[in-house]
């Protein structure tokens, strides 16, 4: 049996008569870039993130960086996060101008951890960006109350979690603004590129709806500014997808919930950490294998049976061959849960169209490599 990685397709032939609409709606408007459609799609991720604002940008990447710009940070000032995230977050922080600074993450849930963040700050810190790995919110109340106690902004990277929530905060709610990506392997993701910041601060709001169309808000007049929008296009099939996000969301959870019943016997093993009272929205779903060693022969093993499984990420930021140290880049501390993160993780196929009988076929050959180790 083969089990793919992603299931885009079928997620288009499922809802192909929505997407389509929206796609030829746009194409009869005459209207492709910054029209009525990214306009609409804007107001249905405001309503749907509860944010007074919401700001279509060319993908992920961009929407943190032009963030950061629009809270006037950038060379000579520190932003905190942590190393075991996709590059982008600290590639962000570099566009900008701006030095990362890396602190562990906790060892359960790998979001960054707000017992380390103290330790980090200087007077040159401006910003902390947690990012809600693998679909599940960081510790936002704990990160928030440090944040306020320091006077640092909040910036979240919602590039994983989307519809994703705490026990009592909904993402967007306690920083000054989240970011998201929709690349199409994202739980949102259009058929190409695409990002957007939501966010209830009117400041930010303006100052990156100019900074996305080279400075202008009024035609022929500028500031500085860039070339980052998202197209109508890419918004409309946005638009069609976000009215089925909870529904997908609730599914990618229903797997996640099988394959943790299926697996809770392995004893080479640690399987994802949920925290109570949080929707953990299982982006991906992340195993860990108790021993380093044991990771590449268990993804080969799941590779070889058929099985699309990843590492996400399998080298952290600091350890890239490409890493600035010294110049953008500093570590605070021991970063030994992320390192291990790094070592041991695979991620499982996940995504909403996958089949019992699929998931089941994973579940199997895993338990098949746990038996087989001494
Ligand atoms: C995907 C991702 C990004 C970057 O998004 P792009 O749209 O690819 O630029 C940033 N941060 C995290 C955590 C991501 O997963």
Redesign the pocket.
Known sequence: MKVSFYGHVRQYHNIKAEIDANIQKVLESGEYVQGPMLKQFEAELAAFSGTKFAIGVG???DAIWLTLMALGIGPGDEVITHPN??F??AEAIWIAGATAVFVDCCPKTKCIDPAKIEAAITPKTKAIIP?HLYGQCADMRAIKKIADKHNLRLVE?N??AIGGKGPDFNIGELSDAATT?F?IQ?NLGTFG?G?AVVTNNADIDAKVRKLRNHGSNQRNVHSFGFNSRLDDLHAGILSAKLKHIHAWNDQRRQWAARYTAGLKGAKNLTLPYETPGYRHVFHLYVIETKKPEQRDPLLKFLVDNGIDAKTHYSIAIHQQAGYPWGKGARIVGSVANAEQNAATCISLPMFPELTAEEVDYVIAKVLEWDKAQK
Do not use: H, L, P
């Open positions: 993908n992920g990447t995230t996709f982008a977050t990012v990277d590039a994983q990506s690349i994202k590129d990002g």
